[in-house]
């Protein structure tokens, strides 16, 4: 193949690091909005264009400081990994744990414990960056994680600690993390499995931390010069979700049977009234089954599991058949009852077009649909203030324009989701279709 769908119009890489500090505003940034809202993708320094796979490409950080209602700057930085490092020609950072991978960090980008990390799956150790989006070094949390970490730690809203699942290729096994507010790992279990699965993300309720098992599985021996992504769709592996007692060992997992499918992201958990956990997912109808480049199957649906903890078949319902992904919520409600959820629908490949809105009180989606062309990344929710209602704040998100071929960041009232943003800021250039980011507040 000569065309890598993964490195053509807005997925292609944009080129050399780049700051901007007058910035267009339309409208007007509200003043509660104090610090970056920051995002990652993968933007590769050398791709070959024949075996080139999305998940694999070198990271870059795009950031957007808001402060007394300005928007005081945009940044876009490499993660500096061994490719980066000598494509750019300056010193490899420090604390690099796994040559093989080169160090690829490109998936989330966090704030905790003071400090920015540039996080992954799979094994790479997150990559530590200042306030301004300069990579650091790759950090073990002071000596505390045992190997590699995950882009999709939760945030238990009350206790301020973040729960993982980590895996790597080698193991057959998981990783249940837990790192305290100081920044450190206080706690680990490891969950035998018959086999490696990919695992992207977790979810977690006031009891639970809970396990994705699902039918994607490290296979080598089905890697070629053609294919080097080793991770495969295997049906037969079957698809289940493990309850792990927060505070309980390996061998207090319930599992619960799923039909097989693939999900990247959980929107949301949380236990109801008896105890049965209700898991909000996007759902993939299989995964790395045909494409060898991208996670492009089909579209995936957004669902709801309901798992009885003492048994029983688990109730799968529907409750949007758009495709959509990049599930997020209020995070004042990680673990917890919510109403609301927000998504990008994508394609089977993960171009987002609108965005939707979930009432899951109602049962009903709002959609958010711009003119052709635009396509909006993962919205983020920001809320209006430490104690205002669910809903009651704003969405964030970046937009990709194709008739301009740039950027914008959109503001929306998270309340008026579909009426006019309250501030529309353009970037100085486009920012390319990417994973995800979160807005991190400036400390109080
Ligand atoms: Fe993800």
């Given amino acids: 193949m000569t065309e890598n769908p993964y490195l053509t119009g807005n997925f292609a890489p944009v080129d050399g690091e780049l700051t901007a500090t007058d910035l267009e505003v339309r409208g007007h940034v509200p003043e509660e909005l ?43 930085r490499y993660v500096r990994d061994t490719a980066v490092a000598e494509h750019l020609g300056v010193p490899q950072v420090e604390g690099l744990n796994d040559e093989m ?98 695992v ?23 890697m070629s010069e053609d294919s080097p992504f080793p991770y495969r769709w295997s049906p037969d592996y079957g698809a289940r979700v493990g309850l792990l007692p927060r505070e309980g060992t390996a061998d207090d997992v319930i599992w619960a049977e799923v039909e097989p499918c693939y999900v990247f992201h959980p929107m949301n ?45 688990v109730k799968e319902e529907r409750i949007d058949d ?26 089977g490949d993960f171009v987002s077009g609108q965005l939707r809105k979930h009432d899951l009180h109602k049962r009903t989606t709002e959609a958010r649909v711009e003119r052709e062309g635009r396509s909006f990344l993962e919205p983020v929710f920001v809320p209006r203030s430490e104690d205002a209602a669910e809903d009651d704040g704003w969405i964030l998100a970046y937009v990709y324009d194709r008739e301009r071929n740039g950027s914008e960041v959109l503001i929306l009232n998270a309340s008026d989701f579909t009426g006019e943003p309250e501030a529309v800021i353009t970037l100085p250039e486009r920012v390319p279709f990417g994973f995800h980011g979160n807005w991190v507040p400036d400390p109080a």
Wanted: charged share 25%.
């Fill in 322 to 347: 758009a495709g959509q992904e990049f599930p997020r919520h209020d995070e004042r409600l990680i673990g917890k009852p919510y109403r609301y959820g927000y998504t990008a629908s994508v394609g």
């Fill in 101 to 198: 991978l080169g160090g690829v960090v490109n998936t989330n980008v966090i704030g905790h414990a003071g400090k920015t990390y540039a996080i992954v799956e799979a094994g790479s150790r997150p990559m530590e960056l200042t306030d301004e989006l300069e990579s650091v070094r790759y950090s073990d949390f002071g000596g505390t994680l045992p190997r590699g970490f995950t882009a999709h730690p939760k945030r238990d809203p009350d206790t301020g600690e973040l729960h993982a699942t980590a895996y790597h290729f080698e193991w057959q096994h998981l990783q249940y993390i837990v790192v305290g507010t100081d920044g450190r790992v206080r706690k680990t279990v490891d969950v035998p499995l018959q086999a490696s699965p990919m």
């Fill in 269 to 313: 958990s949380y236990e109801d009234s008896d105890g049965r956990v209700v898991m909000d997912v996007c759902r993939h109808p299989k995964m790395f089954a045909t494409d060898a480049h991208g996670p492009n199957e089909g579209p995936p649906t957004f669902d709801r599991w309901i798992i009885d903890p003492k048994g029983g078949p």
């Fill in 34 to 76: 104090e610090g970056r809202l920051l995002r990652i993708g993968p933007n590769p320094v050398a791709p070959n264009p024949a075996i080139y796979h999305w998940f694999s490409g070198n990271g870059m950080v795009h950031g957007l400081r808001l402060r007394g209602g300005r928007a005081e700057w945009y940044r876009r």
């Fill in 200 to 222: 992207h993300d977790c979810s977690i309720t006031k009891n639970y931390h809970l396990l994705l098992d699902m039918p994607v599985l490290f296979k080598p021996e089905e």
